[in-house]
């Protein structure tokens, strides 16, 4: 059962949660491993997670929310009570991600503040293209899915980005001030909503997109994973706007 199990896709595990009752399904995810096991509960609806954490103790909980994007720890974490979410963050054996998950929970949820992860690549203007390359090992265990590395200064403030490809081509003793695009960088501020997040993504074809506070500094970024539901909602605002329009226009045109 548990080599089968773990040969299945994520999804799949969830769609068999949902025939199961709460002691059966936290037996089941408790089968896996972690990793998996953390992808899934995060993938699960809102209210059906809420319900399955309840057989959970506080410590169990964290033991998945230490593995996760901070953003999706932030979440999961809102939708429980005071009590359990302050256990949960004290439990937190990565403190790193206590402190992203802490400053997360200062931001709204619907806008960039609340929508952006902390676990980021980013690289100070100064350094060298080879301790770049060191410093994206270090950070990339940290980092699902690396789309470009972000450059800034001594105080943190976002200058531009790196391609790995520029990166791995640049001569050895180059330095990234040499070698990182400076005009091309768009960025959204935290106080920006889900809505211009979606729009800047889309227009200009992004996988992710760096968030600055108001000083211009770095402090997280969103990816097309997080702002896909939002992306959905706006699609699906659109379909039903011109379904009440056409709607208007047959009206109008029937005759009385």
């Known amino acids: 059962l548990f080599r089968s199990i773990e040969d299945l896709f994520p999804a799949d595990i969830t769609s068999i949660l949902y025939e199961l009752n709460g002691e059966e399904s936290k037996y089941l995810v408790q089968l896996l491993d972690t ?32 593995i996760v994007d901070s953003d999706d720890a932030v979440d999961i974490l809102n939708e ?11 439990l937190l054996k990565d403190r790193e991600q206590a402190r992203f998950i802490i400053d997360l929970m200062h931001y709204d949820e619907d806008c960039a503040g609340g929508l952006m992860q902390k676990e980021l690549i980013k690289i100070n203007v ?3 293209v080879t301790e770049c390359v060191e410093e994206i090992r270090r950070q990339a ?14 105080d943190g403030l976002l200058l531009g980005t790196v391609s790995l490809k520029k990166i791995i081509l640049a001569k050895r003793g180059s330095k990234i001030q040499d070698v990182y ?6 960025s ?26 108001e000083l211009g500094r770095l402090v997280g970024r969103i990816t097309i994973d997080d702002i896909i539901d939002v992306i959905k909602e706006e699609a699906d605002k659109d379909y039903q706007l011109e379904i009440g329009r056409a709607s208007c226009r047959e009206r109008v045109s029937s005759p009385v």
Do not use: H
């Open 141 to 154: 265990e940290d980092v699902e899915k690396v789309y470009s590395v972000y450059v800034v200064d001594d």
């Open 80 to 90: 429980q009570p005071v009590r359990i979410r302050e256990e949960v963050i004290a």
């Open 126 to 128: 100064t350094q060298t």
């Open 188 to 213: 959204v501020q935290t106080y920006s909503t889900g809505e211009e997040v979606a729009d800047l993504m889309q227009k200009y074809d992004l996988e992710a997109i760096p968030v600055v506070d």
């Open 35 to 66: 990793k998996i096991a953390a992808a899934i509960i995060t993938a699960l609806d809102t209210d059906d997670r809420k319900k399955f954490l309840k057989n959970f103790t506080s410590k169990e909980i964290s033991e998945y929310i230490n």
């Open 181 to 186: 695009e400076a005009d091309e960088i768009v």
